[in-house]
């Protein structure tokens, strides 16, 4: 059974940086097929993909975040890793990281729990 679970700091300042850290146990993030991701969800709004990495090291991004938004892997502690710049309010959201074997973007299968990230002076 393949469990994820994020982890970063539940509260960001305006212009920061946001950087959450994706776990997971059960499956490596370089098996075959695998693309490991990142799904937001704002209050009042629908899930959206943030970006994520395939198995292959391979990174896609949601375009309307492209310019602020990098995720990265380590594949010694089998985690990935997402960065998101100058963060403002509207960033303010439940960060899920979540994974499927079908190697596709916006495919999900298994998700981690969900971390709220609040962005606020």
């Known amino acids: 059974q393949v469990q994820l679970v994020e982890s970063g700091p539940g509260l960001v300042k305006p212009s920061q940086t946001l950087s959450l850290t994706c776990t997971v146990s059960g499956d490596s993030i370089t098996t075959n097929r695998g693309v490991w991701s990142w799904v937001r969800q704002s209050p009042g709004k629908g899930l959206e993909w943030v970006g994520g990495i395939s198995y292959a090291g391979n990174t896609a991004y949601n375009p309307s975040l492209k310019s602020r938004t990098s995720v990265s892997r380590d594949t010694s502690k089998n985690q990935f890793t997402l960065h998101l710049n100058s963060v403002t309010p509207e960033d303010t959201a439940v960060y899920y990281c979540?994974?499927?074997?079908?190697?596709?973007?916006?495919?999900?299968?298994?998700w981690g729990q969900g971390t709220q990230v609040t962005v606020s002076s």
């Open positions: 979540a994974s499927n074997r079908r190697n596709r973007w916006e495919v999900y299968e298994y």
